[in-house]
């Protein structure tokens, strides 16, 4: 398995400021991934983290309001930007190992206000 | 679409019983099918997957079943205990390089 790390743990934040969510990954891996999960839910994908490129945006989601760094092969970075109430949730990073198996970070509670 | 159907949304069983959950995907190519257990505030974590050269696999109490045919996979909890309490997850490969989830079913067992 993998150990991930991700800070910060949680965060309270004002309208229209911006976060950035830390994901440390303890091997090298082949991808990384960044999901929502509102309260009571399930995890949605936001984007896949390439290293080296831009990242994938699932449908609904867009680089302007979560740009993502992947400068190596064990660390990551979303930003959340001009946030809003609605960007309340959890953020959770995710990684790949060879043999397909995903491992999370233990997420990122946001609260905006 | 990418779509992972899973039932049922809760499920409430006697400790020492067992419990079953499905799911239904739509991508015929998927070929990994994990099963996820997420305690309140808590990461998910993985607790077993099958691949779609495997009908069946099991794991000490949890097992999984697979029907390519079908498309449907179900994971099987058996002699239930307290703390298999938890919300579990299932999800599927979409274009082989994305983990899409399933909307989840919330399992309490009563001692």
């Known amino acids: 398995s993998a150990v991930i790390s991700q800070k910060p743990s949680r965060d309270i934040c004002q309208r229209g400021t911006s976060l950035t969510i830390q994901c440390q990954v303890d091997s090298q891996v082949t991808m990384m991934f960044w999901y929502r999960q509102q309260p009571g839910q399930s995890l949605t994908l936001i984007a896949t983290?390439?290293?080296?490129?831009?990242?994938?945006?699932e449908s609904g989601f867009v680089i302007d309001k979560f740009p993502i760094s992947r400068p190596n092969l064990t660390f990551s970075t979303l930003t959340v930007s001009n946030m809003s109430p609605e960007d309340s949730s959890i953020y959770l990073c995710?990684?790949?190992?060879?043999?397909?198996?995903?491992?999370f970070g233990p997420g990122t509670r946001l609260t905006v206000l | 679409g990418e779509n992972v159907e899973q039932h049922p949304s809760t499920l409430s069983v006697q400790e020492g019983d067992s419990a079953v959950i499905k799911c239904t995907y739509s991508?015929?190519?998927?070929?990994?099918f994990p099963w996820y257990k997420q305690e309140l505030g808590k990461r998910p974590q993985l607790i077993i997957d099958?691949?779609?050269?495997?009908g069946e696999k099991k794991d000490q109490r949890i097992a999984v079943t697979l029907n390519k045919t079908a498309k449907h996979f179900s994971l099987h909890i058996t002699e239930t205990q307290p703390e298999d309490s938890a919300v579990y997850f299932c999800a599927a490969f979409y274009n082989t390089d994305k983990l899409i989830f399933g909307t989840g079913t919330r399992l309490q067992v009563f001692p």
């Open positions: 991508d015929s190519a998927s070929n990994y």
């Open positions: 099958i691949r779609s050269n495997v």
């Open positions: 983290a390439n290293q080296g490129s831009e990242a994938t945006y």
């Open positions: 995710s990684a790949r190992l060879a043999g397909d198996e995903q491992f």
